[in-house]
């Protein structure tokens, strides 16, 4: 059992930057999905379990950063110039089942969901 808890998130600017964290046991492969209301969940950043190698949605490169301590067995999610349109909640997950080396950007594949933090950015 993968016990995962968010923290992070709030309300903040158009253009502002806040920083998520995933306090997850456990060197899985993680990822951040997001689900805005009245929309389908998206796929937003994963990191291997190693932490060497990432991906992300082309929504967000170049303005998020995934990363993770292993020491001390949290991820993070860095959001940047944030925008409205970036108001949502925002679940980390896990997935057991991928290999340490390789990253995850497939839903179906995780299997361990945290309760999520809301993130809301205002124009």
């Known amino acids: 059992q993968v016990q995962l808890l968010e923290s992070g998130g709030g309300l903040v600017q158009a253009g502002g930057s806040l920083r998520l964290s995933c306090a997850a046991s456990?060197?899985?492969?993680m990822g951040w999905f997001r689900q805005a209301p009245g929309k389908e969940r998206e796929f937003v950043a994963a990191?291997?379990?190693?932490?060497?190698?990432?991906y992300y949605a082309d929504s967000v490169k170049g303005r998020f950063t995934i990363s993770r301590d292993n020491a001390k067995g949290t991820g993070y999610l860095q959001l940047n110039s944030l925008k409205p349109e970036d108001t949502a909640v925002y679940h980390c997950?896990?997935?057991?089942?991928?290999?340490?080396?390789?990253?995850?950007?497939?839903?179906?594949?995780?299997?361990?969901w945290g309760q999520g933090t809301q993130v809301t950015v205002s124009s």
């Open positions: 997950a896990v997935s057991t089942g991928t290999p340490y080396l390789v990253v995850q950007p497939l839903e179906a594949e995780y299997n361990y």
């Open positions: 456990g060197r899985y492969a």
């Open positions: 990191i291997s379990g190693s932490g060497g190698r990432t």
